[in-house]
């Protein structure tokens, strides 16, 4: 017999406790049915239902999704946000609260988000505070929000002084991530993906970082069987951390590795100059040179780091003459929301799979860099 489609669903489960755990589920089918059924299960009171989407992805997918959910009985409709980056800015929050309101969404509603990694940032902090909270189920349609920001609940817009500085702890109900629609990713946007997987793999260990490397042309290209396993086993380590530390008081933080010169990165650079997963492949390299230099890699690290990058054809060279020096990387880190006084909680990597949180000095960090 041949399997339905819905066979071909791999589901993995953020334990979080009581009502907030939900399942994240890996499809091969198009959005629309997938999404209105988990919704359906997830929320079944939920009357209205806001698509938020982006203008990139709304032609190729909205109408299915709203479709499929208006099937179900519900009203549905679509809101179509400018893509990019400056999009995740609080005044988008104020344009998709005055939407829901506008279609009479109420407490026992929901939202989607229905696009990448700015489209589920923002859709979850508008979920956060409209009512108090409402519902919301995430589809991602980018392999960075797949493997990364659909899960976890980290919801949240920018600032002008910085990336991701408003925001709220907001889980989604669901998480439906179709393998399909990965398909109309630009290849910049599929290799701003692998970025973040690979830097899941830095953390999981040396096995994780073969098997991506193993596997680059597969991956690159996007291939079937090896993109869906590579999904299934960043959600399965994120969800693992997420349900450990939700609040990120502890090892969640270690998922920032990368992060705090990425971050730099994008800001001096303006959103969007660089992916963000450009930017943290930049801060990849240095993460790994700051760490041989404190004597807690051993030498090498940075090496595997910038060759794995080479490999899947990301940025691997922060030293490059037409990015920001380091004073003003080590400027820009100090606004970074995890900068404390005149430190920041830096993420150091004694080896894949042994990450560190070290509180260290920006001054201490710019000598070790510097040399
Ligand atoms: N919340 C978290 O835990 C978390 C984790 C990592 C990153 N993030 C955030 O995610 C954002 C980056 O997400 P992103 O890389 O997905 O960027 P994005 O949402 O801007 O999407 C990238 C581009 O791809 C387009 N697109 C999306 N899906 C498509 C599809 N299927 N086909 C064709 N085009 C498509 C978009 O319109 C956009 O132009 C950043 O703001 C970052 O801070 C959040
Ligand atoms: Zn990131």
Sequence with gaps: MTPKPHDATTRVDVALGGERAYPVLLTDELPGEPVAAELA?????????????DDHVAPLYADAVVAAIAATGREATALTLPHG???KALGTIGEVVDAALARGILR???LVALGGGVVGDITGFAAAILHRGVAFVQAPTTLLAQVDSSVGGKTGVNHATGKNLIGAFWQPRAVVASSRVLGTLPAREVRCGL????KHAFLEGEEAVRWCRDRVAALTTLEGDATRALVARCVRYKAAVVAADERDHGVRATLNLGHTFGHAFELLLGYGALTHGEAVALGLVLAARLSERLGVAAPGLEELVVDTLRAFGLPHDPDAADLPALPALIDAARGDKKAEGDGV???LLHAP??????QLDFARIAALLGG
Aim: aromatic share 4%; hydrophobic share 45%.
């Design 41 to 53: 299960r997830a929320v079944p009171r939920a009357r209205r239902v806001l698509v938020v989407t």
């Design 85 to 87: 980056e400056e999009t």
């Design 108 to 110: 026992g509603d929901a």
């Design 195 to 198: 970025a973040e997987a690979l």
């Design 345 to 347: 909680a830096f993420i």
């Design 353 to 358: 799979g042994r990450p560190e949180v070290k």
